[in-house]
Nanobody, 122 residues
Framework: QVQLVESGGGLVQAGGSLRLSCAASGRTFASYAIGWFRQAPGKEREFVAAVSWNDGTTRYAEGRFTISRDTAKNTVYLHMNSLKPEDTAVYYC??????????????????WGQGTQVTVSS
């Protein structure tokens, strides 16, 4: 059973930075991609970034963020810089059983974490 646990969310002022973590367990992730999505109140969940576990290939929807992975720790990180109030959302990590170029379609992701709240104050 795949388990994904997010952490690192919190309250930050506009212009600040946060690093989110996604700890993955339950299987070997060599053939997976791990993605970050976010959902703001009243809005649909949207793609933020993804990384291929096997070779580190990345894909982004947001240029201020950087995704990385630590295969030894089974953890994926989302480094968020120059945060804006509109970045306020619940951030989720998810696993996609596909090891090609990371996908940005929410429907391709099979496993989800419980989310972590990020609030950016103005």
């Amino acid at each position: 059973q795949v388990q994904l646990v997010e952490s690192g969310g919190g309250l930050v002022q506009a212009g600040g930075s946060l690093r989110l973590s996604c700890a993955a367990s339950g299987r070997t992730f060599a053939s997976y991609a791990i993605g970050w999505f976010r959902q703001a109140p009243g809005k649909e969940r949207e793609f933020v970034a993804a990384v291929s576990w096997n070779d580190g290939t990345t894909r982004y929807a947001e240029g201020r963020f950087t995704i990385s992975r630590d295969t030894a720790k089974n953890t994926v990180y989302l480094h968020m810089n120059s945060l804006k109030p509109e970045d306020t959302a619940v951030y989720y990590c998810a696993a996609d059983r596909y090891n090609g170029c990371p996908r940005n379609n929410i429907n391709e992701y099979d496993y989800w974490g419980q989310g972590t709240q990020v609030t950016v104050s103005s």
